[in-house]
């Protein structure tokens, strides 16, 4: 049986603030909860909001600024410095409310560029052992180019020759069935190709990024295959539920979630 996180900047929205979505994450069946922007929270008071839930926090994403429309800088040349900043201040945040998952953005480059490519590289080998030390798996997720058009990863692939250019423990791949499917299809056999890199799947209904019981991909088939292959981690519900989030989690009563 997959282990299964609610994505708090998708889920719960019904909630003001994410120490309330915390307490409805785990009222509703969640052992765990993943966060996109976690940090205009105080990272105790969301600490403190955990464990009184008794949920864990699987993952942040290291600082960015939306409104700006940037999406990271693990790998744009030249701004270095930049990133190391962002991950020190995530390694910090997930220190006190106890996160094991950062996902390291890369930021908009051509996918082609050898220079995008070599600095993400060198960026992540220089993080890896202060993550290590800490206990932190960095991420890297390839994100489909309709959703994020211009992100430098778009390809479970090419995510994956980078983790493995890295040669890091604490470095793996963040998997979306979401992007994958968007940008490439086949997700099955994607997810077969790099499962050996992967640190944490993440779902939701293509193309409108709504409940896995919507679209173009058998969730219930998809999830019995990653059951076969092994897969222990956590998966991540990150989808809109424009009818609710109570609606929005029913197709997920047999998995023990709880839809009210």
């Given at each position: 049986?997959?282990?299964?996180?609610?994505?708090?900047?998708?889920?719960?929205?019904?909630?003001?603030?994410?120490?309330?979505?915390?307490?409805?994450?785990?009222?509703?069946?969640?052992?765990?909860?993943?966060?996109?922007?976690?940090?205009?929270?105080?990272?105790?008071?969301?600490?403190?909001?955990?464990?009184?839930?008794?949920?864990?926090?699987?993952?942040?994403n290291?600082?960015?600024?939306?409104?700006?429309?940037?999406m990271?800088?693990?790998?744009?040349?030249?701004?270095?410095?930049?990133?190391?900043?962002?991950?020190?201040?995530?390694?910090?945040?997930?220190?006190?409310?106890?996160?094991?998952?950062?996902?390291?953005?890369?930021?908009?480059?051509?996918?082609?560029?050898?220079?995008?490519?070599?600095?993400?590289?060198?960026?992540?080998?220089?993080?890896?052992?202060?993550?290590?030390?800490?206990?932190?798996?960095?991420?890297?997720?390839?994100?489909?180019?309709?959703?994020?058009?211009?992100?430098f990863?778009?390809?479970?692939?090419?995510?994956?020759?980078?983790?493995?250019?890295?040669g890091?423990?604490?470095?793996?791949?963040?998997?979306?069935?979401?992007?994958?499917?968007?940008?490439?299809?086949?997700?099955?056999?994607?997810?077969?190709?790099?499962?050996d890199?992967?640190?944490?799947?993440?779902?939701?209904?293509?193309?409108?990024?709504?409940?896995p019981?919507?679209?173009?991909?058998?969730y219930?088939?998809?999830?019995?295959?990653?059951?076969?292959?092994?897969?222990?981690?956590?998966?991540?519900?990150?989808?809109?539920?424009?009818?609710?989030t109570?609606?929005?989690?029913?197709?997920?009563?047999?998995?023990?979630?709880?839809?009210?």
């Open positions: 049986m997959p282990r299964f996180d609610a994505n708090l900047d998708y889920l719960f929205l019904e909630q003001d603030g994410l120490p309330a979505r915390i307490a409805a994450a785990a009222k509703a069946g969640f052992k765990g909860v993943e966060m996109l922007r976690p940090y205009a929270t105080p990272a105790a008071e969301l600490g403190a909001a955990l464990a009184a839930a008794g949920v864990e926090a699987v993952l942040i290291s600082p960015t600024d939306p409104e700006k429309g940037t990271g800088h693990a790998a744009l040349p030249g701004a270095e410095a930049i990133f190391e900043a962002e991950i020190i201040q995530a390694l910090d945040y997930a220190a006190t409310i106890g996160a094991g998952r950062i996902h390291a953005l890369s930021g908009r480059a051509d996918p082609a560029s050898a220079q995008a490519r070599d600095t993400l590289i060198a960026n992540l080998r220089r993080a890896a052992p202060e993550a290590q030390r800490r206990g932190v798996t960095l991420l890297i997720e390839p994100l489909n180019g309709h959703d994020q058009p211009g992100y990863l778009n390809r479970a692939e090419q995510g994956a020759e980078i983790v493995e250019a890295v890091h423990p604490a470095v793996r791949l963040q998997f979306d069935c979401y992007h994958t499917q968007v940008q490439q299809g086949d997700v099955l056999r994607r997810l077969q190709g790099v499962l890199l992967v640190g944490h799947i993440q779902i939701a209904g293509p193309p409108a990024r709504v409940s019981d919507q679209g173009e991909v058998n219930p088939w998809l999830l019995a295959e990653i059951d076969v292959l092994g897969y222990d981690g956590w998966i991540g519900f990150e989808y809109r539920c424009p009818e609710g109570s609606a929005g989690l029913a197709w997920a009563v047999p998995y023990g979630i709880r839809a009210s």
